[in-house]
């Protein structure tokens, strides 16, 4: 198994409006592609700090599915707002099993 994540830093002062993009976007992938996404968001530690998980069967389903993504002009629509409520990079990582 693979677990994927993504982690982005909320912008000063945009909590409450990258917190419900974040439960929008995560919405819409579930809904599209049939997705188990889910998004938390750092207790401590990383205060502010947004991360979506999604495990998959192996490295191919998770290319297969940022190639749908990627070709998704509804997404990137919806992702264009996201630089306003995020600062600095966005990370993904992909973990897998032992």
């Not at 409450?16 to 976007?25: D, F, L, N």
């Not at 495990?55 to 002009?73: W, Y």
């Not at 990370?91 to 897998?96: E, R």
């Amino acid at each position: 198994m693979v677990r994927w994540t993504r982690s982005g830093r909320i912008a000063p002062g945009k909590d409450q409006q990258a917190i419900q993009w974040a439960k929008e976007i995560t919405e819409y992938i579930n809904k599209k592609y049939s997705g188990h996404l889910s998004v938390y968001m750092d207790c401590f530690g990383e205060l502010g700090t947004v991360r979506w998980f999604e495990d998959f069967e192996n490295l191919a389903a998770v290319e297969k599915r940022m190639q749908q993504v990627m070709a998704d002009q509804e997404y990137w629509q919806r992702v264009s707002q996201a630089p306003t409520l995020f600062q600095g990079v966005v990370f993904d990582t992909a973990m897998a099993t032992l």
